[in-house]
């Protein structure tokens, strides 16, 4: 494939800039920002100087006019502003911060009404495509276990509220929350988009289960995936290593996002 792969960056904080980086590194241009899209216009600008990144930095609701696929990498906070333009334009949008997804459901009626497409770049949980191809069946259980680094958890309401005391963790697994993933993206919006993606993908949010323990002895996040189908049973741990730029997030985030738009381009595609 020769033509290039338009992209506008929906949000330029920590995760935007990654794949800024990467992909004005890249001599081919296969993969080229088209424009920026950010409240703060200003800031982004000049962040986008830093990469040598000439291009119009523009509202969510512009998106649309840039005929490229919208890259979501905002917040959850903005998440809804940020896709929904081009989402009800019947445009093309892959999207991180799939928390906010829990709570704004009605995306996906609008995309289908659209005819646009809701892509959500799952790169940083092991096994969704043996989940996908299970739930061609049955599938019966769904568990995710989580081990977070405590300063992750500094500023959540949910862990002062239940009078977790973190300083525990750095000297091994504390627990923090066990139940549906519907509930974690609630008490931890800005951290489980994984539990969002898992229970989109396999038996939906009520039945995945996910179990969260805050953990300061690992470099990052662990994710251990427990499955059971009637076509496989499935156990799967992944260590994920955080950002340099930002512990709080996985350098995977925006590592998923370049392979999903790579895949989307390529002549042999692999996984279902």
Excluded: W
């Amino acid at each position: 494939m020769t033509d290039t792969t338009r992209i506008v960056l929906g949000g330029f904080g920590n995760v935007g800039q990654q794949i800024a980086a990467k992909l004005t590194a890249d001599p081919s241009q296969a993969l080229r920002i088209v424009a920026i899209a950010a409240r703060d216009k200003q800031k982004a600008a000049a962040n986008a100087a830093k990469f040598g990144l000439e291009v119009p930095v523009i509202s969510a609701y512009e998106a649309p006019q840039y005929d490229a696929i919208l890259v979501e990498c905002a917040t959850y906070d903005g998440f809804r502003d940020v896709v929904e333009p081009t989402l009800k334009a019947g445009g093309h949008v892959i999207a991180v911060s799939v928390g906010a997804l829990a709570v704004n459901l009605d995306l996906i009626d609008i995309a289908e009404e659209t005819g646009a497409t809701l892509q959500i770049a799952g790169g940083t949980l092991p096994g969704l495509d043996i989940i996908r191809a299970a739930s061609e069946d049955e599938i019966t259980s769904v568990t995710l276990t989580s081990h977070i680094k405590p300063s992750s958890f500094a500023h959540e309401p949910f862990i002062h509220d239940n009078g977790i005391d973190l300083a525990l963790a750095e000297q091994g697994a504390v627990p923090v929350f066990e139940g549906s993933a519907r509930e974690a993206a609630g008490h931890f919006p800005r951290h489980f988009n994984v539990a969002v993606t898992l229970g989109l993908v396999g038996i939906g949010l009520d039945r995945t289960q996910v179990r969260i323990f805050a953990d300061g002895t690992l470099p990052g996040a662990r994710h251990t995936l427990s499955v059971e189908a009637s076509a496989a049973s499935l156990e799967m741990t992944s260590q994920n290593y955080p950002s340099p730029q930002n512990n709080r997030t996985s350098m995977l985030v925006a590592l998923s996002i370049l392979a999903a738009l790579r895949r989307d381009r390529a002549t042999l595609r692999i996984g279902s």
